[in-house]
């Protein structure tokens, strides 16, 4: 029995197989290493398409809503409403006379947890902080009543010196100031007309007594004539008193059917202020140019005789001791 030895049979296009066995597996390699890639991205961490979409539209949301919430005067209405804030009804400019008690009103709303202080500019000196003062002058006190929106500071016996600018603070973050300008005017008296005032007898005598400088009208205004004060002598005069224009008060003294025993000197004294006096004479015939010039010579003539009363006090005195 004869053998014959197996062979693997040779096909005619054996050349071409091994090549599509190649694409094959590199092909299923590839598809591996793709799932393998997509599997490694989903894995780190990389959101899916629609995830995306979804942040995407939260985000687009908020910031439209912040848009129209910055657009909405109600949204700021808000936050001004829970922020300390100055009332802007107090006065910015006060005016006061020397020795009037003053209070400078500062007035905050939505005060919360922070404190007021007051600061003088002059010299940045902190006079108080709610209701503690910090300045060794009791002229200065904080004037807070609990319960109100009000810290005032309260100044008394106003000088001259006191005169500048005074900042309200409040300590929220940041500082907010409200600032108020203190004038303190020293009164000043002044009777109108010609000094001396010369009269005829019989006429009247009419005298206007202005106080400048007075933001309040004076309490009182007394007249004196001579020594002797004049208010209640109504049987033939009259004293007014009122407020006038730019800080200013006047008192006038109206006496009819004037008389020499009327002439001397008239003194307007108001509570707040310096007296000033008016010298007033009759005519008797003669002209205040000629009484003028008499008085002058009688002044002269008394100047005369006291220079000669000193030189002999001078001289006898030497005299004695030689």
């Given at each position: 029995?004869?053998?014959?030895?197996?062979?693997?049979?040779?096909?005619?296009?054996?050349?071409?197989?091994?090549?599509?066995?190649?694409?094959?597996?590199?092909?299923?390699?590839?598809?591996?290493?793709?799932?393998?890639?997509?599997?490694?991205?989903?894995?780190?961490?990389?959101?899916?398409?629609?995830?995306?979409?979804?942040?995407?539209?939260?985000?687009?949301?908020?910031?439209?809503?912040?848009?129209?919430?910055?657009?909405?005067?109600?949204?700021?209405?808000?936050?001004?409403?829970?922020?300390?804030?100055?009332?802007?009804?107090?006065?910015?400019?006060?005016?006061?006379?020397?020795?009037?008690?003053?209070?400078?009103?500062?007035?905050?709303?939505?005060?919360?947890?922070?404190?007021?202080?007051?600061?003088?500019?002059?010299?940045?000196?902190?006079?108080s902080v709610g209701t503690e003062t910090y300045i060794n002058e009791e002229r200065f006190s904080a004037a807070h009543v609990e319960g109100t929106n009000d810290w005032p500071l309260q100044i008394k016996y106003p000088q001259l010196t006191d005169t500048g600018l005074y900042e309200c603070q409040v300590s929220s973050d940041p500082k907010i100031s409200f600032f108020v300008k203190l004038n303190v005017?020293?009164?000043?008296?002044?009777?109108?007309?010609?000094?001396?005032?010369?009269?005829?007898?019989?006429?009247?005598?009419?005298?206007?007594?202005?106080?400048?400088?007075?933001?309040?009208?004076?309490?009182?205004?007394?007249?004196?004539?001579?020594?002797?004060?004049?208010?209640?002598?109504?049987?033939?005069?009259?004293?007014?008193?009122?407020?006038?224009?730019?800080?200013?008060?006047?008192?006038?003294?109206?006496?009819?059917?004037?008389?020499?025993?009327?002439?001397?000197?008239?003194?307007?004294?108001?509570?707040?202020?310096?007296?000033?006096?008016?010298?007033?004479?009759?005519?008797?015939?003669?002209?205040?140019?000629?009484?003028?010039?008499?008085?002058?010579?009688?002044?002269?003539?008394?100047?005369?005789?006291?220079?000669?009363?000193?030189?002999?006090?001078?001289?006898?005195?030497?005299?004695?001791?030689?």
């Amino acid at each position: 029995m004869s053998y014959r030895e197996s062979r693997p049979t040779v096909v005619a296009n054996g050349k071409g197989r091994p090549w599509a066995l190649c694409v094959t597996n590199v092909g299923k390699i590839a598809g591996v290493f793709l799932c393998l890639f997509a599997l490694n991205k989903y894995v780190e961490g990389d959101p899916p398409q629609d995830e995306l979409f979804q942040r995407d539209f939260n985000w687009q949301f908020r910031r439209k809503r912040m848009t129209s919430l910055s657009n909405n005067s109600n949204y700021w209405l808000l936050v001004q409403s829970t922020s300390p804030s100055f009332d802007p009804s107090p006065s910015k400019n006060i005016t006061t006379q020397i020795g009037q008690t003053v209070y400078l009103h500062c007035m905050v709303n939505n005060l919360g947890d922070k404190t007021v202080s007051w600061i003088r500019r002059r010299d940045l000196h902190l006079l108080s902080v709610g209701t503690e003062t910090y300045i060794n002058e009791e002229r200065f006190s904080a004037a807070h009543v609990e319960g109100t929106n009000d810290w005032p500071l309260q100044i008394k016996y106003p000088q001259l010196t006191d005169t500048g600018l005074y900042e309200c603070q409040v300590s929220s973050d940041p500082k907010i100031s409200f600032f108020v300008k203190l004038n303190v005017l020293e009164p000043k008296t002044e009777i109108l007309g010609t000094r001396p005032l010369y009269v005829k007898t019989g006429t009247s005598i009419n005298l206007t007594c202005v106080i400048s400088d007075s933001p309040e009208p004076p309490i009182f205004v007394f007249w004196y004539h001579n020594d002797r004060m004049i208010n209640y002598d109504t049987d033939r005069g009259k004293i007014s008193l009122q407020k006038g224009e730019e800080d200013a008060a006047i008192s006038t003294l109206y006496i009819k059917d004037a008389q020499p025993t009327d002439s001397g000197n008239y003194t307007c004294g108001p509570s707040n202020s310096d007296a000033t006096s008016i010298s007033v004479f009759f005519l008797n015939g003669e002209n205040p140019a000629a009484i003028q010039r008499d008085a002058s010579v009688s002044r002269a003539s008394s100047g005369d005789h006291l220079k000669i009363l000193e030189f002999f006090l001078l001289v006898f005195p030497w005299y004695l001791l030689r």
